[in-house]
């Protein structure tokens, strides 16, 4: 096994990540197998409880793994399959040393950070760089690591103290200040691009990191498309009627901004604060035929508000928001736990049943009876209320295995109003790109009905 790590300098957010994943396909183009590695220095075990304002998006792997969104470019840009062991963090090198002292494995030795936390640490990495990602057997033939922090870090010391003692070849990013100026610029032939606006309504607005996935699926889907996407960021509460009391110029820039758009995308998220402005938002593309897909919190949010809109609901709402709600459409999850957040979600690759093949999402999926995707929640669509809200005209296209979890929703009649409980973005590929992204980047350019009416497309 053959090791390359990158490090970076003084200054984090050098882009390490995306470096670390274009080394990679630089590799797999030359022929080799390649398996990816992101040392986080943090003592958590996971990026599962962190903030998106603190560390960006967290991703969610296939086994469930809730890790740092460098490990999403990988599988991006080298396609393949990693596992939450491919993310080590300083959390789980601790973690694992010390429960072999309470079991008596280093038979009475003083436990120290060197030997025992750096053998720890390069034990761990010769281990999951030997787990194939590729979908073949054998390992592969080079290991990308990437060192997450700035050189100095005194939390980064075990893991360099241990590398140090790997066979590996170097990559270190710098940071180098550049002056353009007049005698640098040219004229440049502009050539035109088709550009398509796509508003996205959420709560973590103002780090664009915490939605790395979900701009990459766009980009995917609007590619396919020969489009350009153009992203709208619009802060939820921006829209609420609050805001427009206290902040009336941010209030009527968001407005206006949401009603410009081709289309509306609300994405997932946690809490209650900007949610009555993402149920405006919804009741508008719904009321306006603007085509719309909701992840995550934005299905739940699309069920919340149709309850209110059309059942006259007016106190509907999940009882994450209201515990006390005489009409819980969203409720949680009974395998849940209400006193340890870490990994007690759903999570992780799961399956969902198609009800019917003639609804839009199964034709996107090019009419397969069910898809694998990933998920991470702990509130779930109430199966009391299904039939009341189908028979309001609401349609859960896509369920559970077990007929009881509901997983995507339709809207007939509606150009593209789709809904899905699980995470599309975190599967969407260069070239292949998203079902549900795909549809609503269609629907956005009028072109839906005609991909799903062509035979290739796997339309009925």
Not at 79 to 104: A, F, P, W
Request: with cysteine; charged share 20%.
């Amino acid at each position: 096994m053959k090791y390359v790590l990158v490090t970076g300098g003084v200054v984090s957010g050098l882009g390490k990540g995306v470096t670390a994943s274009s080394i990679g396909v630089v590799l797999k183009a030359c022929g080799l197998r390649v398996t990816s590695i992101k040392i986080d220095p943090y003592l958590n075990t996971d990026a599962g409880t962190m903030s998106p304002f603190e560390h960006g998006e967290v991703f969610v792997l296939d086994d469930g793994g809730e890790v740092d969104l460098d490990l999403g470019n990988y599988e991006r840009f080298l396609d393949v399959t990693l596992t939450r062991e491919n993310n080590i963090t300083t959390g789980k090198i601790y973690q694992s040393v010390l429960d072999k002292e309470r079991r008596g494995d280093y038979l009475g030795k003083t436990v120290q950070v060197v030997p025992h936390i750096t053998d720890a640490i390069k034990n761990w990495i010769e281990m999951v760089s030997a787990i194939p990602v590729d979908g073949k057997e054998g390992p592969a033939d080079v290991c990308v690591i990437e060192l997450g922090g700035t050189v100095g870090d005194i939390e980064s010391m075990p893991f360099i103290e241990a590398l140090r003692q790997l066979s590996f070849s170097v990559v270190s990013l710098r940071l180098l200040i550049y002056e353009s100026g007049p005698r640098g610029q040219k004229l440049l032939t502009i050539s035109p691009i088709l550009l398509v606006r796509i508003a996205m309504v959420g709560k973590y607005v103002g780090f664009t990191d915490s939605y790395l996935s979900v701009v990459k699926a766009l980009l995917h889907a609007c590619i396919a498309c020969s489009l350009k996407p153009l992203v709208d960021w619009i802060a939820a509460s921006d829209l609420e009627d609050e805001t427009a009391k206290l902040t009336p110029e941010a209030h009527a820039t968001a407005w206006k901004t949401l009603k410009n758009a081709a289309c509306v995308l609300v994405p997932g998220g946690f809490g209650d604060r900007g949610v009555k402005g993402m149920m405006l938002a919804a009741k508008y593309a719904r009321e306006n035929k603007v085509p719309y897909l909701g992840i995550c919190l934005g299905m739940q949010i699309s069920v919340i508000e149709y309850a209110r809109s059309v059942l006259g609901w007016e106190k509907a709402n999940s009882t994450e928001f209201d515990n006390e709600t005489p009409n819980p459409v969203v409720i949680f999850m009974p395998e849940g736990s209400r006193t340890h957040m870490g990994s007690t979600m759903r999570l992780g690759c799961r399956k969902t049943l198609f009800q019917t093949p003639d609804c839009v999402t199964a034709k996107l999926y090019h009419n397969s009876e069910y898809v694998d995707e990933r998920h991470r929640h702990r509130y779930e669509v109430n199966p009391d209320m299904i039939d009341m809200l189908e028979e309001a005209g609401l349609k859960f296209v896509g369920k559970d295995e077990s007929g009881k979890r509901m997983e995507i929703l339709e809207l007939p009649g509606h150009p593209f109003y789709v809904g899905v409980q699980f995470h599309p973005e975190f599967k969407s590929r260069p070239g292949r790109p998203s079902a549900p992204f795909l549809g609503l980047i269609l629907a956005a350019t009028g072109q839906v009905e005609a991909y799903l009416s062509n035979h290739q497309n796997g339309s009925l």
